[in-house]
């Protein structure tokens, strides 16, 4: 009865994937990991451990989580609209950077996805799929 079951989901799985429906593009899931030394933004050192959107490293490029706290921060001005993050750079800057706590200290590494959203950076898109260093999505956030 169970190898029934299996064979008839089996069935219907290879019929749906054969049938040419158009398919989602799969998530590509990376390994990061928090950085072992100093990083230091405009003056302030940043404080992986126990941040809820630490920087990150992939492939040894440190990644900045664009919240709107960190993009003001940084001059930047990002805006979600419409599936689409926008950013764009700012004269000012915020000098305080706002960051949220969390109770529990993060873990060394972690898994996060190539953004598939769409990304538009000083009026450019962003073609995420043929970046040698792609935009990633880690805790909801993208991080570039």
Sequence with gaps: MMKTKKL???????????TGLPSVALAQNVTVTL?????????????PKYNEYPVIIYKDI?????????GTFLGLAPNWADNTLTVEKVT????DLRWYK??????????????????????KTIQNSKEPYPLLQFRDITYF
């Design 35 to 47: 950085p072992n030394f100093p990083v230091t933004l405009n003056g302030m050192e940043m404080v």
């Design 92 to 95: 000012s800057t915020n000098p």
């Design 62 to 70: 440190t990644y900045i989580p664009m919240t709107y706290n960190y």
């Design 8 to 18: 008839i989901a089996a069935t219907v799985l290879s019929t749906f994937l054969l």
């Design 102 to 123: 969390k109770k529990e200290p993060n873990k060394n590494q972690y898994t996060a996805v190539v953004s598939t959203a769409n990304v538009v950076v000083n009026g």
